[in-house]
């Protein structure tokens, strides 16, 4: 009997795991360790929300098993959101279909539209599902940059001339997790027109589509005409909402893939809670202030842990969106690499973040770090990382010494 199984032969060590086991580890010793590695967000869903859980939750009927693609409500709500952020008519039967948070949704995908062997891009560093959902489905991964420039596009060209079978699928992810990288809406014009040149399948992960900064809302690419001859887009109310152990999540775009996750779903699950799908409505077709809020939450979050973690000694750039930061490892430590840095910084800092590598090969140098502490405890974070640096012989200049 053997035990080397295929898929598990395909899958690596889950580095990102091993921060989060002494996380774990530290925190059942009693220490206080500042959480800035997982992407949990720490602020409740609205209200009434809640309320409506609780409301529908009470019914007796409400208890059986749900809708595989979504209870028809949620997918009008769904459809209803695209109509009035991105001005996208959605049709809710043919275009839309209800996953359980984006991971699973990125994975029943796959596991409908791929064969062993077919060759998928996308980005490295990426969130991990963006790849190791098509590779436990039997794909190749090609890799292809991240920032959305004029090499990204290159990139894509040599791909498609040197890789042998043809690549059929490309995944998106702006903003980018890890990267907080975004794009414009001419970016999507261009990887439109490409994909339809190329006859490739985009599919855009568009988790962080509300948490922008600056003034500058996040396109969607079903706003490109003709985007839905070519691509399906994911979305979820983990972030947006703070409704990220609800798991409830979208797809939308192309009939002909909505069709083929929807036939795969019906194998594999009988859909969320009904009731939490009942709640999920209220989220999209109620009051919108939360969103709002959120949004001003975390750029305030933002902007303190930038300014505070310069004075530290420790310089991160600015995301223009997403509830990340990209940050390259202090130039005196680079040596240490992103998973030995990260678990230093637990140990010793009592900081958790997430190391870079995790993320990718092309993540190593970098850490993610997440904006899911308030103001207060970020501060007291980067005064733990200012003496984790004086620690290691780091001289923090006169200027960020305060």
Not at 231 to 247: C, D, N, P, Q, V
Request: neutral net charge; contains cysteine; aromatic residues 10%.
């Amino acid at each position: 009997m053997s035990e080397e199984f295929y898929r598990i032969k395909r899958l690596p060590p889950y580095v990102i795991a091993e921060v989060n086991a002494m996380r774990a580890a530290a925190r059942a010793a009693g220490e206080d360790i500042i959480d800035l590695g997982m992407g949990n967000p720490d602020l409740p869903p609205p209200p009434h929300v809640i309320d409506k859980l609780v409301e529908v939750a009470k019914k007796p009927d409400a208890h059986g098993y749900s809708a595989s693609k979504g209870i028809p409500g949620l997918r009008r709500a769904q459809a209803n959101y695209y109509g009035r952020r991105f001005g996208v008519e959605v049709d809710p039967e043919t275009e839309v279909v209800v996953t359980m948070g984006s991971k699973e949704g990125l994975a029943s995908l796959a596991t409908a539209i791929t064969a062993p062997g077919d060759v998928i891009l996308a980005p490295n560093p990426s969130y991990p599902i963006h790849t190791f959902g098509f590779i436990i489905a039997g794909a190749t991964i090609r890799a292809v940059p991240t920032t959305p420039d004029e090499r990204y596009f290159e990139s894509l060209e040599r791909a498609m001339a040197f890789t042998v079978p043809r690549p059929s699928i490309l995944v998106v992810n702006y903003p980018s997790n890890p990267t907080a990288e975004s794009v414009d809406l001419a970016f999507y014009e261009r990887l439109v027109a490409w994909a339809r040149e190329n006859q490739v399948w985009i599919i855009s992960d568009l988790a962080y589509s509300e948490l922008y900064y600056d003034g500058n809302p996040t396109p969607s690419i079903m706003q490109v005409k003709g985007a839905k001859d070519v691509a399906i887009e994911f979305t979820s109310l983990s972030k947006t909402y703070s409704m990220a152990g609800w798991r409830i999540g979208f797809a939308v775009g192309n009939k002909t893939l909505i069709a083929a996750m929807t036939r795969v779903k019906s194998y594999l699950d009988y859909g969320a809670f009904t009731p939490i799908q009942a709640a999920a409505c209220a989220a999209l077709n109620g009051p919108q202030d939360i969103v709002e809020q959120n949004r001003k939450l975390y750029h305030k979050r933002r902007d303190v842990m930038v300014e505070s973690f310069a004075r530290a000694g420790w310089e991160i750039p600015s995301p223009k969106a997403s509830m990340f930061a990209w940050a390259p490892l202090p130039p005196a430590l680079a040596h240490l690499g992103s998973l030995e840095f990260s678990k230093q910084l637990l140990t010793q800092a009592k900081v958790a973040v997430a190391p870079g590598v995790g993320y990718g090969e092309n993540g190593e140098g970098y850490v993610r770090i997440a904006m899911v502490e308030n103001e207060q405890r970020l501060r007291q974070a980067a005064r733990n990382v200012k003496k984790y640096l004086a620690s290691m012989g780091v001289n923090v200049p006169a200027r960020n010494a305060g």
